[in-house]
């Protein structure tokens, strides 16, 4: 298996970060390891601990990584589980944390982990494949409501209702078991006229990814729990690559960026509410045209970057 890609916004996300030589950091979507491969070598006495839903993931990058010996500590986890994580690694705080959210292009790209719409193999898309729920289940076993929910709320597509009508319709004759039945279904259930613009199917495997994965599922709270386990000064970094995602990182931002949130005709605060961190990137960096040329699923995405204040709430971990 090869993990060959390029990295995201790979410059910018590590000036982004500020990597000290004896820093501790944390990557929660190690991935390919290239973004990983980079805070290492600016390591001198310092640990990147990273995280992967994907024990794929997690054997490429301790062979390709394993020169960096002890300073690299890959765990096979969800990064939701960070203070955990960090915990067990005797840690309460770290100096900075990367995410590149979602699949990678090696998930993308093998056909039989069933990410893609394009080829077609099982219905699977799973990152974790010791996890008991895949795409088949939700597909054939979901029940039509609940479909169209998981596709209006998490592809954002507007014939949701539509598309889980047909796969409904599909599977009480036969069930739906590869990509290429499922793509077929959602080709017949949108009118053609607005299959022009992208492939009709991708909202709707956008959706059952996120289904199958919870990549929503406790984000926001994730986040909190980071930047507060940041040390003053310590930086994290966030690659989305939909709105969903953009969305729980920009307000989670916002309300950490935020001073006292009391009505202004008080004579003085009593909500307490502190500024936390400061938003280093104004709008998302975005990749650049020489990026895009080189890796067209850079297109989508957006990083943002915030730094850790002084003084401000810490929790215990
Ligand atoms: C976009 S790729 C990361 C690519 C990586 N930055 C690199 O340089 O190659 C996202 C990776 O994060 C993993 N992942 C996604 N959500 C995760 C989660 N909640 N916990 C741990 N790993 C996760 C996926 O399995 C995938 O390998």
């Known amino acids: 298996m090869e993990f ?5 916004m790979l ?13 501790i950091y944390f990557d929660g979507t190690l991935g390919g390891g290239g973004h990983s491969g980079e805070i290492l070598k600016r390591l001198t006495a310092g640990k990147l601990i990273a995280t992967d839903l994907d024990e794929d993931a997690i054997a490429a990058a301790r062979k390709k990584l394993a020169p960096y010996g002890d300073r690299f500590l890959p765990v096979h986890d969800n990064f939701k589980n960070f203070k955990e994580i960090i915990t067990n690694y005797g840690y309460a705080e770290v100096d900075g944390v990367l ?6 292009s090696y998930q993308l790209d093998n056909r039989e982990r069933g990410f893609s719409y394009m080829g077609d193999s099982e219905l699977d898309m799973r990152m974790d494949r010791g996890q008991a729920l895949t795409a088949y289940d939700v597909v054939n076993g979901y029940g039509e409501e609940r479909l169209k929910y998981v596709i209006s709320a998490y592809g954002e597509d507007r014939f949701a209702g539509r598309i889980a009508a047909a796969i409904v319709k599909r599977r009480e004759k036969k069930e739906i078991r590869t990509t290429g039945e499922l793509v077929s279904v959602i080709e017949e259930a949108v009118p053609k006229k ?3 613009d992208g492939h009709p199917a991708k909202r709707t495997f956008q959706a059952i990814r996120i289904e199958v994965n919870g990549e929503l599922d406790g984000l926001k709270d994730c986040l909190y729990d980071m930047v507060r386990s940041l040390k003053p000064g310590g930086r994290i970094a966030v690659i989305t ?4 995602e953009a969305r729980i990182v920009k307000q989670c931002f916002k309300d950490l960026e935020t001073d ?3 009505d202004k005709r008080l004579p003085v605060c009593v909500c307490g509410k502190k500024k936390e961190i400061e938003v280093l990137t104004k709008k998302p960096i975005t990749a650049s045209g020489e990026e895009l040329s080189l890796n067209p699923r850079a297109k989508s995405a957006e990083l943002r970057i915030a730094e850790k ?4 709430l810490k929790i215990s971990v």
């Not at 410059?11 to 820093?23: M, R, T, Y």
């Not at 995410?99 to 990678?104: K, M, N, T």
């Not at 204040?309 to 401000?312: A, Q, R």
Request: aromatic share 6%; glycine share 10%; proline share 5%.
């Open 309 to 312: 204040l002084p003084n401000t």
């Open 260 to 262: 006292c949130v009391c």
């Open 99 to 104: 995410l590149d959210l979602g699949v990678s």
């Open 4 to 8: 060959n890609h390029v990295p995201i």
């Open 194 to 196: 607005f299959q022009k």
């Open 241 to 244: 690559f939909h709105s969903l």
């Open 11 to 23: 410059e910018a996300c590590i000036e982004g970060l500020n990597v000290k030589g004896d820093g």
